[in-house]
Every structure is written in C-alpha cells, then in structure tokens.
C-alpha cells in the first residue's frame, strides 16, 4: 500500500460543512489516490457513505461530482489491493461513515 498524501487525509478526516466531493478520474495518473473498494468492513481504511446531496455533512461521507474543477479530490479505483493508496468500504447508513489512521 502506498502512503497517503497529506491533503487526501485531511479531506477523508475534516468534518466541513458539505460532503466531500469527490471526483472518479479515468486514469491513475490522473488522480490524487487510487481506491481499492473491499467487500469486508473490517478491511477497510475508510467506511464512506455515498451521499445524493452536497449540503450533507460528516467525516466519510462523500459527494461525486462529474466535474473536476469541483471537487476536493479526485479518487481511480483499482482491482488490486496492493496497489491501493486507500481501501474503502461503502455502507447504506451515514452512521457507520468514518475513516480511522
């Protein structure tokens, strides 16, 4: 697992006063972290909740937005574990978002 930039921890933490809009570029190289998404809550860095609105707030919750110029940070997934800055497991309840380092 890579290290995580500073500024993408700090956006994962920060508790702001909307969700963190995120945006999923098409390349790695391109992105500010690359996501492994993990079927198992226990393995995962960050549990996020996927919100439908901006306005939402709270630490692991994220907003995607289609536009880059809008978001915080720009996040590839990967199929591979190993090569994963962060792992990541999406939950239905906004209570359970949070990120743990």
Do not use: H
């Not at 190993?82 to 209570?95: G, W």
Request: charged share 25%.
């Amino acid at each position: 697992m890579r290290t995580i930039s500073a500024s993408l921890f700090s956006l994962l933490l920060v508790t702001s006063a909307s969700a963190a809009p995120i945006f999923v570029a098409d390349y790695k190289s391109d992105a500010d972290a690359v996501v492994y998404v993990t079927k198992y809550k226990s393995e995962a860095n960050c549990i996020v909740y996927e919100s439908r609105y901006k306005s939402e707030t709270g630490p692991g919750v994220w907003f995607f937005t289609q536009y880059k110029s809008e978001a915080r940070a720009s996040i590839f997934y990967t199929r591979y574990k190993s090569e994963a800055d962060l792992v990541v497991f999406f939950t239905p309840y906004k209570s359970e978002a949070r990120c743990r380092y």
